[in-house]
């Protein structure tokens, strides 16, 4: 499958056409951006390890009966997936306090929650992807009631897989952001499953092993991602 036209570059992966109009080419960058891109860095080898786990754990997913635009990967850096029109809504789950909503309730980063929270945020950079709920996410018309409700269900499934999965790693899956499009008919998880989106702790020393590394200036950011494809990998 060759790369026809660059759909779009956004701030770790391009997206290409390719000569079948239901394809896309999804190509990922080892740029890193942080707050609104007003951080900006390069993690060596980001792109090649983030296609790798991302590819591991959406056929993880498709293994488990949810429908993901993952097709195949087709080299380190680019893998191939369904076109789909990408509902407008960062899907945050939550296992325990940390980042976003520490900050807003004034928590402390490491509060077990009790049961998963979810959270809806707008994906708009310009008003920085603000907090909704069900209801703006309606008043906006990003989605349908029915559709709102498929993308919750759907979450928590995918929480409850993950979770489960990276509990064997020796990782606490701490939060998570998700996207969903839809393709003919059907919404599918989308965007990218990777330590730029999610946050991993090792689970004896709660070591962050995560872009907030990078966001927080922690060092050894590299080291990390490469550390959670080694667990993943890991019998
Ligand atoms: P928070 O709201 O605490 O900043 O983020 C919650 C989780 O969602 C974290 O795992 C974070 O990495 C992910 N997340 C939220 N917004 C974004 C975003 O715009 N880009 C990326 N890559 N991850 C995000």
């Known amino acids: ?14 997206v290409y056409e390719t000569d079948n109009k239901d394809l896309l080419i999804q190509q990922f960058k080892d740029d890193a951006t942080a707050f609104d891109a007003t951080k900006r860095g390069t993690i060596v080898n980001k792109g090649v390890i983030n296609n790798e786990i991302s590819r591991i754990l959406f056929e993880l997913l498709e293994s488990k009966g949810i429908e993901t635009h993952f097709v195949k990967q087709l080299d380190d850096r680019n893998m191939l997936m369904k076109r789909v029109e990408i509902i407008p809504l960062e899907v945050t789950i939550r296992n325990v306090v940390a980042g976003g909503m520490a900050k807003l309730l004034a928590l402390e980063e490491g509060i077990v929650l009790d049961e998963p929270v979810l959270e809806y945020h707008y994906k708009k950079d310009e008003l920085h992807d603000p907090l909704i709920n069900d209801y703006h996410a309606k008043a906006m018309k990003l989605a349908t009631d029915e559709e709102l409700d498929f993308i919750k269900q759907r979450s928590f499934e995918i929480n409850n897989i993950l979770k489960s999965f990276f509990d064997h790693k020796g990782l606490d899956l701490v939060d998570f952001k998700l996207e969903f499009g839809r393709h003919k008919g059907k919404i599918l998880l989308a965007d990218e499953i990777s330590p730029d989106t999610c946050r991993f702790w090792d689970k004896k020393t709660k070591k962050k092993l995560d872009k907030d590394r ?22």
Do not use: H, P, S
């Open 214 to 235: 990078f966001r927080r200036d922690l060092g050894n950011v590299e080291d990390a991602y490469q550390e959670v494809l080694k667990r993943i990998i890991a019998e």
């Open 1 to 14: 499958m060759k790369k026809g036209k660059l759909l779009y570059e956004g701030k770790a992966k391009r």
